[in-house]
């Protein structure tokens, strides 16, 4: 198991720790049921142009067919890892907001969704944190390979 593994499964466990300790704090504040909903709307959008980035076929890499079908084998498992995150980030919109309807209605007996939406909300947020670093890794790939496809193309052409 990988570096990345490793993060997910002490993401899941601090977050399963921070809903059985703190998941009834969300239920006595709508600001920060409210401010949840917002980062999380956001931080979906902005994975969905990201996803259409990532996917485009004109960003694969230079070269003939089976550098191409490498490469899109690797793209596709980064936008399944990105998809995997939208559906965090869907969960936890879908549930503040029934959490926001359940204390609006004053239901009882509640307190598992709380947790669960301090679980995913947890969750969420600590997987997002290697995301801007895993993007540019991207970029820096494509960068060097763009150089090394430029270098080849140089010196073909004489210059």
């Known amino acids: 198991m990988g570096a990345r593994g490793i993060y997910i499964i002490i993401a899941f466990t601090a977050s399963v720790a921070v809903a059985y300790f703190w998941g009834g704090y969300l239920k006595n504040s709508d600001d920060a049921m409210s401010a949840l909903i917002d980062v999380f709307a956001i931080l979906a959008g902005v994975l969905v142009a990201v996803i259409s980035i990532v996917g485009d076929p004109s960003m694969l890499l230079p070269g003939n067919w089976r550098v191409a079908y490498v490469h899109a084998e690797d793209m596709q498992n980064r936008i399944a890892n990105f998809s995997h995150l939208f559906f965090v980030y869907i969960m936890s919109l879908l549930l503040l907001v029934v959490g926001m309807v359940l204390k609006d209605a004053k239901a009882e007996n509640v307190e598992s969704v709380f947790a669960l939406m301090t679980f995913f ?21 494509r960068m060097k390979e763009e150089i090394k496809a430029r270098r080849a193309r140089g010196s073909n052409s004489g210059d």
Do not use: D, R
């Open 121 to 141: 909300s947890t969750f969420g947020v600590l997987l997002s944190i290697p995301l801007p670093y895993s993007l540019m890794a991207l970029q820096k790939e």
